[in-house]
């Protein structure tokens, strides 16, 4: 009875605390009593119910009352040390997750302070291992989003091979005698079960590390499964090669490919809600010597396209981007290798020209982005709906602007150069290394100099480079060898370009690498970019057929920066590092 007394009373003070700090009105209060008595449920759960707070705000406000610090691991990277001090079972038991460890320093969130099982345990655990532990409140949902995470990609899938394997045991007992019960769960065969599971661990687990494609390659021994992050890959999962076909056989299913073509390499498409993120996965099989590889690019809807400045524009190079994409007609050609963000910046360069008065329509090799108010479409070669092909019916459709998503042949690039000299303003993609190589490369295609000078108005290269992580990032010494390269690099840049760049007290900066990067020390990706307008003395030297490196030097003589000059003017910035801008500009 005591102990009821006393959770009574402390109840009651929380509650005073709730009107006291304004959470709540007295007349809140009233009705939130009303609901306990009625529904015979929780304070918490009672003030839940009417929304009256919702669940984060009402946890910041038990924490304020505990005098604990607030902690939300919903979107947060857990800490695989501090994982590994206590098992899944007992974190479970108790509510309780580890997050974080510094030496002997181990940060716990828990859901229950008042919990006293749960606070002896941990006492238990800080004297046999001589840890100091710092106390954090959390949501129940962020402990169950936060426990979720802690099972890590490996353990979830064993579990799924380990019932695989149980499975095929069962089936073996001949002598048994087959009984009639259900062979389903959750609306699958239980043979295919664990195999669901195990693509779905595969998928959940790379949408949390951020990974851009999922790369499952089979070996001659295993199956290995890798991770993009942040445009480097990283291993991820050696799984056994028994479950390749069945793998493979659950993302066809799923992408609506054909199941029983091995030899011949297919191309598809899914949709799944993950965490309230909507997510297509865009799937590429390729048959190999040891079966077929599978590719598959994460493409998150739910993030919205992202603006020039975002994307790594600014000073001069975005003065001339805006000027040139705001003209009435021409062609604005953006070039770089696959994967380094070409279709990126078309899109926020759609969701900048997207208004009202203007009838955009996009040709897509697939469409990555929806955006509202811009008609997209999507090639199909099997049925013959190419880039040349969809460029003719687009141009019967009364378009302002086009997008075609890349120009890869002859047709392609006559058709949309001729809808640039008609009237339309004409955006594409192009796999040249630099701004320059963009010409001589249309000149090969078969475009002759004249009609590129009358329809080009610009072209833009560019490269992603990966970002220093903004929890862990600190200044680093600068060896003699880069200060050196940094100043030769650099002195000859625009004033326009090199404002914020101090060549006299030059300061770098580095990741140290933490639980929010997985001890990478880079979060994220931005670009650099080398812009080229076609100026009247630029179009007089094309039609004179003048060289690649003539050309070159008139656009810098210009004021064209080249893009590993925006890298390393976003290294003294502190956005990137010299090594990752060195990664991707060196020839």
Do not use: W
Not at 100 to 121: F, M, V
Not at 357 to 385: A, H, K, M, R, W
Not at 500 to 507: E, P, R
Not at 572 to 586: N, S, W
């Amino acid at each position: 009875m005591p102990a009821v007394t006393d959770i009574q009373e402390k109840r009651k003070t929380f509650e005073q605390f709730l009107v006291d700090q304004k959470y709540l009105t007295p007349r809140q209060l009233s009705t939130v009593h009303l609901e306990v008595a009625e529904n015979k449920q929780s304070l918490e759960a009672s003030i839940l119910s009417l929304k009256l707070m919702d669940e984060e705000r009402l946890t910041r406000a038990l924490a304020a009352y505990f005098h604990l610090p607030y902690a939300d691991l919903r979107n947060q990277n857990l800490s695989k040390e501090a994982l590994s001090v206590i098992s899944q079972e007992t974190m479970e038991n108790y509510k309780f997750i580890p997050f974080a460890k510094d030496g002997n320093l181990l940060r716990i969130a828990l859901t229950n302070p008042s919990d006293l099982q749960a606070l002896e345990a941990l006492e238990f655990l800080a004297q046999q291992n001589k840890y100091r532990i710092e106390l954090y409140l959390i949501s129940k949902t962020s402990y169950q989003d936060a426990l979720r995470k802690s099972r890590t990609a490996s353990a979830e899938v064993g579990e799924a091979l380990a019932i695989m394997r149980q499975n095929e045991q069962q089936g073996k007992k001949k002598d048994e005698p087959k009984q009639p019960a259900k062979t389903e769960t959750a609306g699958k065969p239980a043979t295919e079960a664990p195999i669901t599971k195990i693509v779905d661990v595969v998928l959940r687990h790379a949408i949390e590390s951020r990974a851009s494609d999922i790369h499952i390659e089979p070996q001659e021994n295993d199956l290995r499964i890798r991770y993009r992050v942040d445009g480097v890959l990283q291993s991820s999962l050696v799984v056994p090669k028994v479950v390749h076909p069945a793998i493979v056989s659950r993302i066809k299913i799923l992408s609506n490919l054909k199941i029983d073509e091995q030899r011949l390499p297919q191309d598809g498409r899914f949709h799944m809600d993950v965490d309230r993120r909507s997510i297509d996965f865009r799937v590429s099989t390729l048959p190999n010597v040891n079966g077929e590889k599978v590719v598959m690019r994460i493409l998150d809807k739910s993030g919205g396209v992202p603006t020039l400045q975002d994307l790594g524009l600014d000073g001069m190079k975005l003065t001339r981007f805006k000027d040139n994409i705001s003209k009435p007609h021409g062609m604005v050609l953006v070039t770089g290798p696959t994967g380094s963000g070409k279709s990126t910046t078309l899109y926020a360069v759609l969701g900048i020209l997207n208004k009202i008065g203007v009838n955009i329509v996009t040709l897509e090799d697939p469409v990555e982005y929806f955006i509202p108010g811009v008609n997209q479409s999507q090639i199909n070669p099997d049925i013959g709906l190419t880039f040349a092909s969809g460029l003719r019916s687009i141009l019967r459709q009364d378009p302002n602007i086009i997008m075609v998503g890349e120009i890869r042949d002859r047709e392609t690039a006559e058709l949309a150069v001729h809808s640039a000299l008609t009237g339309h303003l004409v955006f594409s993609t192009l796999h040249t290394n630099d701004a320059v190589g963009a010409i001589p490369r249309l000149i090969d295609m078969g475009i002759e100099s004249f009609l590129l000078t009358a329809s080009v108005n610009m072209v833009m290269a560019q490269r992603l480079v990966r970002k220093i992580c903004l929890s862990c990032r600190k200044e680093s010494a600068v060896l003699p060898e880069v200060r050196e390269m940094l100043k030769t690099e650099l002195k000859n840049l625009p004033a326009e370009e090199a404002k914020g760049v101090d060549l006299k007290n030059i300061k770098i900066f580095a990741g140290k690498g933490c639980r929010i990067c997985g001890n990478s020390g880079y979060s994220g990706r931005i670009a650099i970019y080398e812009v080229m307008p076609l100026s009247d003395k630029i179009k007089a030297m094309i039609l004179n057929h003048e060289s690649y490196a003539k050309l070159q030097e008139l656009a810098r003589a210009e004021g064209m920066i080249g893009m590993k000059e925006d890298g390393l003017i976003k290294v003294l910035k502190g956005i990137t590092t010299v090594e990752e801008v060195l990664r991707v500009t060196k020839e």
